[in-house]
């Protein structure tokens, strides 16, 4: 991902430049996305996962993955994580979350469909 994204990371925050759009406007997206999303067409809870992060990225690849046809499925939108938090998953949770939320930034495309068709699944 850092080569894809360019990272200036700096230990222990995660140094992508969507990740500041996505923090200070988090809020005001989820909205804007809720209010587009369609109530018909939700995301199957699918998930035997305990920790509520691994949890959270199925969810959101299921998303990404109805998303790339052209639908806006219910999302449940959880409470932003911290960003001091830097578990493994961070980085993938908050790189979907961006894309499905309308931030764009080179290479977060490609990293979202690597995470959805294939990391999420190991």
């Not at 998930?47 to 219910?74: A, F, N």
Request: charged share 25%; proline share 2%.
């Amino acid at each position: 991902m850092d080569a894809k994204l360019g990272s200036i990371n700096k230990y222990p925050n995660i140094g992508y430049e969507f990740i500041n759009e996505l923090h200070s406007n988090y809020d005001e997206l989820t909205k804007s996305y809720s209010e587009m999303s369609h109530d018909f067409q939700c995301v199957p809870k699918i998930s035997h996962w305990v920790r509520d992060d691994y949890s959270e990225l199925e969810h959101l690849s299921s998303v990404y993955k109805i998303m790339q046809t052209g639908d806006w499925p219910k999302v449940k939108w959880l409470k932003l994580r911290s960003l001091s938090n830097v578990r493994w998953n961070l980085k993938v949770i908050k790189s979907l979350q961006a894309w499905i939320l309308g931030i764009r930034q080179t290479g977060l495309e490609e990293c979202c469909t690597f995470i959805a068709e294939i990391f999420v699944h190991i």
